[in-house]
């Protein structure tokens, strides 16, 4: 079965620190490129992380870029974010997906086929 | 604020035609993806690129784009298709992606 399955998530203080996992399982992870996409309680979805499938190539968004570190062990099909210095605007529902670039009839396009369920990082005092 | 515009809600009676649309620059170099996300659930990929849909989705869900807005159209649309929906693109830039607003769709 194709899934994604994240875990770590949880209560943290103010300028603390947590560590997401996802584990991969039903297709080839060491192939993929995976993100990190999160979604504060009530709203919508913010892009957050992409690693390409050898870890060579790295983006960020804005909000987290200098605070957050992603990184993959293809050996253990699995990747991994690295929160330091969190803040209450972090907190929200952190899912990884996978990326997958089409080329149909010609055409370039991109999509984020595979979701995982999500674990929720809280940062309160 | 996003770089993608959607309109926040928008309701359909059951079996009628409903189109949600998303405008942003990024569109006219990369096209969209759309999410269908349930309440408590993970989105699910419905519609990518410039008509395509994943095994599984219906065939009722099209995708569209004219410059810079691209649309999801559901035709005859069922219960079970409200929910939130969500445009995405890779921004302009390539090196990051961003997500619309999402739009809340009732079906009444």
Same mark, same amino acid.
């Given at each position: 079965?194709?899934?994604?399955?994240?875990?770590?998530?949880?209560?943290?203080?103010?300028?603390?620190?947590?560590?997401?996992?996802?584990?991969?399982?039903?297709?080839?992870?060491?192939?993929?490129? @995976?993100?990190?996409?999160?979604?504060?309680?009530?709203?919508?979805?913010?892009? @957050?992380?992409? @690693?390409?499938?050898?870890?060579?190539? @790295?983006?960020?968004?804005?909000?987290?870029?200098?605070?957050?570190?992603?990184?993959?062990?293809?050996?253990?099909?699995?990747?991994?974010?690295?929160?330091?210095?969190?803040?209450?605007?972090?907190?929200?529902?952190?899912?990884?997906?996978?990326?997958?670039?089409?080329?149909?009839?010609?055409?370039?396009?991109?999509?984020?086929?595979?979701?995982?369920?999500?674990?929720?990082?809280?940062?309160?005092? | 604020?996003?770089?993608?515009?959607?309109?926040?809600?928008?309701?359909?009676?059951?079996?009628?035609?409903?189109?949600?649309?998303?405008?942003?620059?990024?569109?006219?170099?990369?096209?969209?993806?759309?999410?269908?996300?349930?309440?408590?659930?993970?989105?699910?990929?419905?519609?990518?690129?410039?008509?395509?849909?994943?095994?599984?989705?219906?065939?009722?869900?099209?995708?569209?784009?004219?410059?810079?807005?691209?649309?999801?159209?559901?035709?005859?649309?069922?219960?079970?298709?409200?929910?939130?929906?969500?445009?995405?693109?890779?921004?302009?830039?390539?090196?990051?992606?961003?997500?619309?607003?999402?739009?809340?769709?009732?079906?009444?």
């Amino acid at each position: 079965q194709v899934q994604l399955v994240e875990s770590g998530g949880g209560l943290v203080n103010p300028g603390g620190s947590l560590r997401l996992s996802c584990a991969a399982s039903g297709f080839t992870f060491s192939d993929s490129y @995976i993100n990190w996409i999160r979604q504060a309680p009530g709203k919508g979805l913010e892009w @957050i992380s992409y @690693i390409s499938s050898t870890g060579s190539t @790295i983006y960020y968004a804005d909000s987290v870029k200098g605070r957050f570190t992603v990184s993959r062990d293809n050996a253990k099909k699995s990747l991994y974010l690295q929160m330091n210095s969190l803040r209450a605007e972090d907190t929200a529902v952190y899912y990884c997906a996978r990326f997958r670039d089409y080329y149909v009839l010609g055409s370039y396009s991109d999509a984020f086929d595979i979701w995982g369920q999500g674990t929720m990082v809280t940062v309160s005092s | 604020s996003s770089e993608l515009t959607q309109d926040p809600a928008i309701s359909v009676a059951l079996g009628q035609t409903v189109r949600i649309t998303c405008q942003g620059d990024s569109l006219r170099t990369y096209y969209a993806s759309w999410y269908q996300q349930k309440p408590g659930q993970a989105p699910v990929l419905v519609i990518f690129g410039k008509n395509n849909r994943p095994s599984g989705i219906p065939d009722r869900f099209s995708g569209s784009t004219s410059g810079n807005t691209t649309s999801l159209t559901i035709t005859g649309a069922q219960a079970e298709d409200e929910g939130d929906y969500y445009c995405n693109s890779r921004h302009s830039s390539g090196d990051h992606w961003v997500f619309g607003g999402g739009t809340k769709l009732t079906v009444l």
